[in-house]
């Protein structure tokens, strides 16, 4: 069954403390990306990745941190910096020019 | 710098009424263009997508879209809309490539409730 995975489906974490989102697709898609959603705002570009072992910025990457160390896998990470970190976050992965997306994890930052 | 406007924010519509979106982006160049479809707690999908080609885009569950170039308008169009339809839905262009990939640009989304 082909698809991508995010887990946890909802996160509570406290103010100040990093917190990693996993991002999992078995879709042998080269690029991945990690999307933030809020109301009203769609969906703005964090970080993304076009092949194993590099990643670019983003258009609001400041607080946010990823690796890119397999395939398969590319996780976020919700640093203490990032000054609103409550969101929707999406991660998703591409053929040459079709995204295809995650169902996403609800980080709430208490 | 590119972006893509989506008019209406939040659009009510009964059902069997018609649904029109309005989706208008700013590049001049070659663009892929997108509609997405996100329902109340389920995954972002692709509702429709153009390449080249036919103007007039069929997608999924009777949806259509119509690439209008002088216009820069990739307007999403239902001519009957069902309670089912109630989603928010976001229109996408492709950025320009980066890589082996392109990155989209999103619109803010309309968010489409359908009374019974």
């Known amino acids: 069954d082909g698809g991508i995975t995010q887990s946890p489906k909802y996160l509570f974490r406290k103010e100040g403390q990093n917190v990693t989102l996993s991002c999992e697709q078995n879709?042998?898609?080269?690029?991945m990306y990690w999307y933030r959603q809020d109301p009203g705002q769609g969906l703005r570009l964090i970080y993304y990745?076009?092949?194993?072992?590099?990643?670019q910025k983003g258009d609001i990457a400041e607080g946010y941190s990823v690796s890119r160390e397999k395939k398969e896998s590319f996780p976020l990470t919700v640093t203490s910096a990032q000054k609103n970190p409550t969101a929707f976050y999406l991660c998703?992965?591409?053929?040459?020019?079709?995204?295809?997306f995650g169902p996403g994890t609800r980080l709430t930052v208490l | 710098a590119q972006s893509v406007s989506q008019h209406n924010h939040h659009v009510i519509l009964s059902e069997a009424a018609s649904l029109e979106l309005g989706c208008n982006y700013s590049?001049?160049?070659?663009?892929?263009l997108f509609w997405y479809v996100q329902y109340p707690g389920q995954h972002l999908q692709l509702l429709l997508k153009?390449?080249?080609?036919?103007?007039l885009v069929k997608g999924i569950k009777g949806f259509e879209a119509e690439f209008i170039k002088s216009k820069f308008s990739f307007n999403l169009r239902k001519p009957s809309v069902q309670w089912s339809d109630t989603a928010e839905y976001f229109c996408a262009v492709n950025k320009g490539k980066s890589g082996g990939s392109y990155i989209p640009t999103f619109g803010r989304g309309t968010s489409l409730i359908v009374h019974p």
């Open positions: 590049y001049g160049g070659t663009v892929n």
């Open positions: 998703a992965s591409s053929t040459r020019d079709t995204q295809y």
């Open positions: 879709l042998n898609h080269d690029a």
């Open positions: 990745s076009q092949i194993v072992n590099d990643f």
């Open positions: 153009y390449f080249s080609g036919d103007p």
